[in-house]
């Protein structure tokens, strides 16, 4: 019997040194910060390079990412169409804001574009069309005057020569820090859409996760289609101030892109994968008989 138990005491030594020790050793995987993205509606860590093949939609919830515009007009663009204009616009600071410039400086880095607004042309499936694209990642895509000027710059060069437009909105609404300047934008951007209508041309606004504030308040709100993307939160101010402001309680699913749909306010919701495919059926639906782009 004691011989029994010496055995298994050899053995449970044997165990620790050998197996229990591996485990020791086991050296954790040093995962780098920000490889892996949690999903905001589902909570799932997902593979940063996975969620960028995916174009940033979650693989698990089909949760639409933030885009920011030079990835969305790739992925809406004809490879290599796209001829980038107004680039040299950029913010001042006409109100002596401090810091205002510091932030200019990292929406520049982390946007690595000269202004929250990415425009030009390009063709879709072989139409050519002027478009532009907020970009979230600088200052929330806040329009200020150069955002403003930019947005007007292309909706004129569309009205000059006969393009559809297609603008993508992200927007947190007015920069702040311009003030008035700011505010001014609104009604500057809409009365050059009041042109470009008056010459009979298309416009598409695609609405995207969010479009709030003073951008849902004029260019954004004035397309001829209107779209919103899935996932996106579209509405004017902030759920919470709305409630403190009318002291009631707020419906369910206000300001999500299927209670817009339901109101009126969009006409269709697309899915990030068939963008392209809904902007080239509604350009061609909408082109003028005898209209050749490619020419
Ligand atoms: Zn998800």
């Known amino acids: ?25 086991y050296k954790p995987i040093d995962i780098p910060e920000g490889l892996f993205i949690k999903c905001e509606q589902c909570g799932a860590a997902i593979y940063e390079k996975t969620l960028q093949i995916g174009h940033y939609i979650c693989p698990f919830c089909d949760f639409h990412f933030r885009m920011n515009a030079t990835s969305r007009i790739e992925l ?62 600088f200052m929330m ?3 200020g005057s ?27 609404g007015a920069r702040m820090q311009e003030g008035i300047y700011s505010l001014m934008q609104m009604a500057k951007t809409s009365a050059a859409l ?28 004035l397309g001829d289609i209107m779209i919103a993307e899935k996932s996106s939160l579209i509405g004017f101010a902030g759920a919470r101030v709305i409630k403190q402001t009318i002291r009631q309680e707020l419906p369910d ?18 899915h990030r994968s068939d963008m392209r495919k809904t902007l080239y059926n509604l350009l061609k639906l909408h082109q003028k008989d005898g209209h050749d782009d490619e020419k």
């Open 1 to 25: 019997m004691n011989d029994f138990l010496e055995q298994r005491k050899k053995r449970l030594e044997e165990f620790k040194k050998t197996v229990r020790k591996k485990e020791v050793t």
């Open 76 to 137: 809406i663009a004809d490879e290599g169409s796209f001829e980038n204009l107004f680039d040299d616009i950029e913010s001042l600071n006409p109100l002596g804001i401090e810091s205002y410039e510091n932030k200019i400086n990292i929406g520049k880095a982390l946007s690595k574009l000269n202004e929250a607004f990415l425009c030009g042309t390009s063709k879709i499936v072989g139409i050519k069309v002027a478009i532009g694209a907020l970009d979230s990642t």
């Open 141 to 143: 895509g806040s329009m």
């Open 146 to 172: 150069a955002v403003g000027e930019k947005v007007t710059r292309l909706i004129e060069y569309a009205t000059k020569h006969k393009l559809p437009l297609v603008i993508f909105s992200a927007s947190g």
């Open 194 to 221: 009041v042109k470009h209508d008056a010459e009979k041309l298309l416009y598409i606004s695609v609405l995207t996760n969010p479009t709030t504030g003073g951008v849902a308040a004029s260019f954004a709100s």
């Open 253 to 270: 699913g206000f300001q999500t892109d299927a209670f817009q749909l339901s109101h009126g306010q969009v006409d269709m919701i697309v």
